[in-house]
């Protein structure tokens, strides 16, 4: 066997980029090469190039394990799958038994997104699917997701308050764009990574591009683009101040506020304040350059945006979002060629959610009416920053066990030291990953997950879905996430809830499609395809946005909502105000006295989350953590390039 064409099996939360397989004499994976008639994949990133190291790396988990030295340290004896099922199902209906159910939790990160344990354990009601149901049949309420921190307020909250609609179910037409501002984000380390490459050609094609963000990124050093420094977390005022001037200067879209959008007047109200002097002030970008932006904006052929979660990370991160939304709205750039647009839904493959389960009681959750506005939109999924409060200080109850799936809590939340405080107080505590995490330091019980390579399952793009074949045999003892899962729910009393094996899984996804899983056997390279609807724009005028048919957008009045209902109905405010984060010079400047520098954080490109820790060629290019620093604030300190250096915050060094 020398090649197969397939779908690369390392980031799970990825849509699935095509690959062509080279395999060695032993029919291992040797290397892979871009697939250049795959929806997606047509450059690899990083990750994908060190495929062999990932799949064969001597750090991968080969068999179950069993804790045998104290907790805090990574001292385990091998075991079986049985006794290790065993161990799991007796100790957690032990708990049932005396302490409730909803005592066990279960928390998923995106080392566990692969396609069907997302769409098959997707909580019933939820518009993300962050988090598993796998344990609401056991009784408990209590699952969590890594979107509670990240990517929920851009790709499910804003959107959905503001238009009715996903982050998902919009796109930015960079290809026709004369104008682009990448705001917050870094599409050179995204993955997959065809979108610097559109920015890329777009330059070329003599777009203006705009980046807004603290950083200089690879897209600020793009040809003909332009970096906008920004005060890190003071983006929502920006996007006042740019609604500002066109409201001043009556270039906003007239006749789109007044047949269609809800709030304005009260929205123009409140932005008369952000004047460009006052937002200068704020984000430290030239009053100048304020106005000229606001008018590029509103004056271009096409203005799109190129945003992820940066804009997050912050105390009003829904509302920087919503702002940003209103401005584009505003300036009559929404669902026109070149703009910031929505996908036709009619050039969905339909995947089956009829099945879904849904929560068994949200009112024994641990959020308990917290969050009101997440668990509205994430099924009634708990908070998983409530996680620490309940495990240590039983408030308002004890959690006494957790299942985490592909995750690490304690590199992927602030405080790693609360989490590990926590994790310690488990009386239970199951993980299952590729490799050791730092939460399997304090694991009762470790699990071998299989890479996507060697499982069967599928991928979708929009209007069409291809079957994921499997590339090798699963490695050692190794069992695919969703085979650990399915079997756990058997053995817990609830196994026929979940397809059982892939016959059952492809017929349970396409049983709502209008497509069968003998059409996808027999399609070329297994490959079915919806014809698509063409596009249309301003949709909202032609009843292609509401679940009705009717004109307008899918919220509860119809209209875009500058003024949302639902976070008036919550008790917050209606429009997207700015607020001052909380450890800010201009917040808090005795403390910013003692901190004087803005400590943000991500990922580490290749490592992908707490997945791929410790994979040679990662190590060989990057064999410490890296702090990047501006040279001027550097030089103020002495620092340079390739010293040692110590970080030091309110909450630990």
């Known amino acids: 066997m020398d090649k197969r064409y397939g779908i690369c099996g390392i980031c799970f939360h990825s849509p699935g980029c095509g690959v062509i397989v080279h395999y060695d004499k032993d ?51 091998k075991i079986s799958w049985d006794e290790a099922f065993d161990i799991i199902v007796n100790k957690l209906n032990e708990l049932k038994e005396n302490y409730g159910p909803e005592t066990v939790g279960f928390y998923a990160g995106t080392g566990s997104y692969e396609r069907s344990f997302k769409d098959v ?92 963000d603290p950083r200089k990124t690879k897209a600020a050093g793009l040809e003909g683009s332009e970096w906008l420094t920004i005060r890190p977390g003071s ?19 007239k006749h789109f506020v007044e047949n269609w959008t809800l709030g304005f007047d009260e929205f123009s109200e409140y932005v008369k304040d952000f004047t460009p002097e006052y937002v200068s002030k704020i984000t430290g970008i030239d009053k100048n350059r304020i106005e000229r932006l606001a008018e590029s904006i509103a004056e271009a052929e096409g203005a799109s945006y190129v945003m992820y979660t940066g804009l997050e990370y912050t105390k009003s991160g829904v509302q920087n979002i919503r702002a940003v939304m209103v401005l584009w709205a505003l300036a009559g750039q929404l669902d026109v060629e070149g703009g910031r647009c929505f996908a036709r ?59 985490v799936y592909g995750a690490s809590l304690i590199t992927s939340w602030p405080n790693p030291g609360l989490w590990k405080k926590a994790l310690q107080e488990l009386d239970f505590l199951v993980t299952m990953d590729l490799q050791l995490t730092a939460d399997a330091a304090y694991a009762d019980i470790v699990l071998p997950a299989t890479t996507a390579f060697e499982q069967e399952s599928y991928c979708y793009y929009g209007s069409s879905l291809r079957l994921r074949e499997k590339l090798i045999e699963p490695l050692y003892e190794a069992k695919p996430g969703y085979e650990i899962l399915t079997e ?36 070329d390279r297994h490959v079915i395809r919806k014809p698509n609807t063409r596009m249309e724009y301003k949709k909202w005028e032609k009843g292609l946005l509401r679940s ?94 390739g010293d040692r250096v110590s970080i030091k915050t309110v909450r630990g060094s």
């Open 488 to 523: 756990l729910a058997k053995r817990l009393g609830y196994g026929h809830l979940y397809p059982q094996n892939q016959k059952e899984l492809l017929e349970y996804i396409l049983s709502e499609s209008g497509f069968t899983t003998e059409d996808l056997m027999k399609a």
């Open 235 to 253: 983006d929502g005022a920006l996007a006042l101040g740019l609604s500002h001037i066109l409201i001043r200067d009556n270039l906003y879209d």
């Open 121 to 212: 354990f997707q909580l019933k009601g939820s518009e993300t699917y962050l988090a598993s149901s796998i344990l609401f049949p056991f009784g408990s309420p209590n699952t969590f997701g890594v979107g509670a921190p990240c990517y929920t307020s851009l790709g499910v909250l804003a959107p959905k308050l503001t238009m009715g609609c996903l982050h998902i179910d919009m796109f930015s037409d960079v290809d026709n764009s004369d104008l682009i501002l990448v705001w917050g984000t870094d599409p050179s380390t995204s993955t997959p990574p065809e979108m610097f490459e559109r920015l890329k050609a777009a330059s070329e094609e003599g777009a203006e591009i705009i980046v807004i």
């Open 548 to 641: 009705d048919g009717e004109p307008g957008f899918d919220t509860p009045s119809g209209k875009f909502e500058i003024k949302s209902t639902i976070l008036e109905k919550y008790g917050y405010s209606g429009i997207p105000k700015y607020e001052e984060s909380i450890e800010t010079s201009v917040s808090n400047p005795e403390l910013f006295e003692q901190y004087p520098l803005v400590l943000g954080t991500g990922p580490f490109k290749p490592d992908m989350k707490s997945c791929l820790r410790a994979i040679p060629a990662f190590i060989e290019k990057f064999p410490y953590p890296v702090v990047q620093m501006n040279e001027a604030d550097a030089a103020k300190r002495d620092i340079k390039t």
């Open 345 to 403: 839904r009619e050039n969905r493959i339909p995947i089956c959610k009829s099945k879904q389960i849904a929560t068994p009681d949200s009112e024994k959750s641990i959020a308990k009416g917290k969050f009101p506005v997440y668990s509205l939109f994430c099924g009634n999924e708990p908070h998983a920053g409530l996680l620490p409060k309940a495990i240590i200080d039983s408030d308002p109850y004890k959690i006494r066990a957790m299942l």
């Open 27 to 77: 029919n291992k994976i040797d290397r892979l090469e871009p697939d250049p008639d795959a929806p997606l994949g047509k450059i690899l990133c990083p990750i994908a190039n060190s495929a062999r190291q990932i799949i064969y790396s001597e750090k991968r988990l080969k068999h179950p394990l069993k804790r045998v030295g104290a907790k805090g340290t990574y001292e385990f004896e």
